[in-house]
């Protein structure tokens, strides 16, 4: 499997870096493309550092570099998992304008009918945030923000993240261990 990770500048980016570990350890491919943003929160919410993350990635690109390999529906992939999704990021996608890396590779995954998936990081959310939203899901874009979940009695953060992930992963049918499953606990 081959997945394109973005990571938006959005709080939340924990969500990108545990997406990233986790699929490392799962051997699936990944393709790295962080925001300016990106990078400064990950400074500001974690303990870790950019080349951190770039680390976990089997391949990263510059936001910047629109010739990337993930900006053409050549390059092959499985789908896309933006995470966190910032609002001008969704934006951007519902709207076509491709001015960012992210948004463009989440553009071509939409067009080659890839699986996306964005991990929308926002609250309270307008009627504009709204409408993208759903100009997206009705092209079959999977819209998961990460929402908290008790029934498995979360203790920690890392306990919520890891639900979050874990939601994502199985929209791709990647087996993981991240939370335990309904009727298991």
């Not at 570990?21 to 400064?40: C, F, G, I, Q, R």
């Not at 979940?149 to 920690?156: D, L, V």
């Amino acid at each position: 499997m081959r997945l394109i990770v973005g990571i938006t500048g959005s709080t939340g980016v924990i969500y990108g870096i545990r997406m990233l570990e986790t699929l490392k350890k799962l051997n699936v491919e990944s393709h790295l493309v962080m925001t300016e943003w990106a990078e400064k929160c990950i400074s500001m919410e974690t303990e870790h550092t950019s080349d951190y993350v770039k680390s976990l990635a089997t391949n990263v690109s510059d936001e910047k570099n629109m010739a990337s390999s993930v900006s053409s529906g050549t390059h092959k992939i499985d789908g896309m998992i933006v995470a966190p999704c910032s609002m001008k990021t969704l934006s951007a996608i519902a709207n076509g304008y491709d001015d960012t890396l992210v948004a463009r590779a989440a553009g071509v995954t939409i067009k080659e009918s890839r699986k996306l998936i964005l991990m929308v990081r926002e609250t309270p959310l307008s009627a504009i945030h709204l409408e993208n939203m759903l100009k997206l899901a009705r092209i079959g874009v999977v819209i998961l923000p990460p929402v908290t979940e008790f029934y498995t009695k979360p203790k920690t953060i890392d306990d919520i993240v890891n639900h979050g992930v874990g939601k994502c992963l199985d929209q791709f049918d990647l087996e993981h261990d991240l939370y335990p499953r309904w009727g298991t606990f």
